[in-house]
Nanobody
Framework: QVQLAESGGGLVQAGGSLTLSCAAS????????MGWYRQAPGKQRELVAV???????NYADSVKGRFTISRDNAKILVYLQMNGLKPEDTAVYYC?????????????WGRGTQVTVSS
């Protein structure tokens, strides 16, 4: 089992910045993928950004150039630096972890942290 704990959400004005953090614990194996998804009211959960333990990263087109994902593999932390926030970024942001140690492992999810961007 893997436990994920997010922090850093909140209320910010449009154009502002926030940094989300997620700490993973439990049965952590490498290589793995950690990252962020989000879900706005009435919408499906969507990918924001993910990063592998090897250093590659993938971003949704809607956040490219504004958001940056980073990892501390030693401490099993993943961050999401969000700049230039827009009202449409308002959502619950979920941290995710997937092991690649023996093929694709199951997806683990945190409880989510609310990000609200006011116009």
């Amino acid at each position: 089992q893997v436990q994920l704990a997010e922090s850093g959400g909140g209320l910010v004005q449009a154009g502002g910045s926030l940094t989300l953090s997620c700490a993973a614990s439990g049965d952590i194996f490498s290589p793995n993928i950690m990252g962020w998804y989000r879900q706005a009211p009435g919408k499906q959960r969507e990918l924001v950004a993910v990063a592998s333990s090897g250093g590659s990263a993938n971003y949704a087109d809607s956040v490219k150039g504004r958001f940056t994902i980073s990892r501390d593999n030693a401490k099993i932390l993943v961050y999401l630096q969000m700049n230039g926030l827009k009202p449409e970024d308002t959502a619950v942001y979920y941290c995710t972890y997937k092991s690649l140690h023996h093929g694709l492992g199951p997806d683990y999810w945190g409880r989510g942290t609310q990000v609200t961007v006011s116009s």
